[in-house]
Every structure is written in structure tokens, then in C-alpha cells.
């Protein structure tokens, strides 16, 4: 149990796309998910704070316009980077508070994002 | 706001050897402690959670230890094998958020 899901694995997209990445809960429901990015060697970076059927909270010096969240059911949480830039090439990991217990996080795969 | 550092950054070991890694962090005022272990390229698995009421957790060879009072945590893993080469990454929940060290670097050598 308590799997967590994220869709595409790896994208690679030009400057100046829009890139959507998905983050699903498979087996719980999850009123919280976390959005998570890591530089190599660096340790994971909240960016922003899920709530389910409301806005997201974001982390001080992550552009909101820039990242968008948007958490519209108990299962499903999507993060889209706008205008995406080469500086913007990351990995992107989300989390997932089950809601019955509301204590532990179960982490996605993660999405490797190369902006060229 | 709270710093996590985990040392040593990486570290080597022949196979057998007991294995020790250790996480700080600067506020005490936790929920829990979780240890991660990441393989490259890949997202997190979750080892071993410890409640901030709670001295240690074990799991198998796995063994960690949580002293909220000196903002400390030991991750203990014995008799390693290659298989555990990997980034362990300790994180600490408070303020309903995960805070997270920059990880332990193990290659365990056959």
C-alpha cells in the first residue's frame, strides 16, 4: 500500500514550453501533497504545499505564476512549470499525507526535468 | 527555520562493516525524525520513522536512534552489503513540513 505515482518519469522539453507533471496517490486518499525539488548532490527543497480543494501554499522564493499547483481531488496533484528555462532543469519530487493516518509522507518517483 | 546537516557527505566501506551515519539538526521542537534511502536517479523510500516521543526504531539491520534534546540522529545499518550502496537522506518534521539533509553518500565495496 500507500504508493505514490508521478507521470512523465523524464521530460525534456525547449525554453519557453509549459511542462505538466502529475503526482497520484494509487491506494489512499491524500487532502496534502508536498512539491519537491532536488539539485544533484542537494538535499530535497519544499516549493509548495498542497491542499486538496484549495490553493497552494508556496515556500518563500518560489514564483507562484511560475510554478503552478493545482490539487483537484483527494488523489490527484499537478504541478506545471510555465515558461519553463534552462535554470528551471531539475528533479521534481512530490509527497503525499495519507489522509487516515496524517503522519507520514509517501514519495513519488520523481520527474527529471531537462529544459534545453 | 530549521538546518539539517548529515555527516560524514560520503563514505566508503567494505562489505561486512557496520555501517554509521549521523544527521543534526538545530531545532528541537520536532514531530519526527524519518530516515530515506535514494538510489540515484530515483525518488525516496521511506527506512525508518521515529516519533519525537520515541528513542529508536528498528528494522531489520537497520537501527536508528533520535536524541530530540542534542539534535541528533544515528542511522545504524550492520553488516552491509553492496545492496545498500545508496544516498541516505535524513528529514526532520516540523511546522507540518519536512526539513531535509543533503544525504550520506554510501558505497559498500564487495
Known amino acids: 500500500g500507500a504508493v505514490v505515482s508521478q507521470h512523465p518519469s523524464r521530460v525534456i522539453c525547449k525554453s519557453g514550453t509549459s511542462v505538466k507533471i502529475e503526482c497520484r496517490s494509487l491506494d489512499f486518499q491524500a487532502t496534502t501533497m508536498f512539491w519537491y525539488r532536488q539539485f544533484p548532490k542537494q538535499s530535497l527543497m519544499l516549493m509548495a504545499t498542497s491542499n486538496e480543494g484549495s490553493k497552494a501554499t508556496y515556500e518563500q522564493g518560489v514564483e507562484k505564476d511560475k510554478f503552478l499547483i493545482n490539487h483537484a481531488s483527494l488523489t490527484l496533484s499537478t504541478l506545471t512549470v510555465t515558461s519553463a528555462h534552462p535554470e528551471d532543469s531539475s528533479f521534481y519530487i512530490c509527497s503525499a499525507r495519507d489522509r487516515a493516518t496524517s503522519v507520514e509522507q509517501y514519495f513519488g518517483p520523481g520527474t527529471r526535468l531537462t529544459v534545453t | 527555520k530549521q538546518e539539517v546537516t548529515q555527516i560524514p557527505a560520503a563514505l566508503s566501506v567494505p562489505e561486512g562493516e557496520n555501517l554509521v551515519l549521523n544527521c543534526s539538526f538545530t531545532?528541537?521542537?520536532?514531530?519526527?525524525l524519518q530516515w530515506f534511502r535514494q538510489d540515484p536517479g530515483k525518488g525516496l523510500t521511506s527506512l525508518l520513522l521515529?516519533?519525537?516521543?520515541?528513542r529508536e526504531q528498528t528494522s531489520g539491520r537497520l537501527n536508528a536512534s533520535l536524541d530530540k534534546s542534542s539534535g541528533r540522529s544515528t542511522l545504524y545499518i550492520a553488516a552491509s552489503q553492496p545492496g545498500d550502496s545508496a544516498t541516505y537522506l535524513c528529514a526532520v518534521c516540523g511546522n507540518n513540513r519536512l526539513a531535509f539533509g543533503k544525504g550520506n553518500q554510501v558505497v559498500v565495496i564487495p
Open positions: 531545532d528541537s521542537a520536532i514531530y519526527n
Open positions: 521515529i516519533q519525537s516521543s520515541q
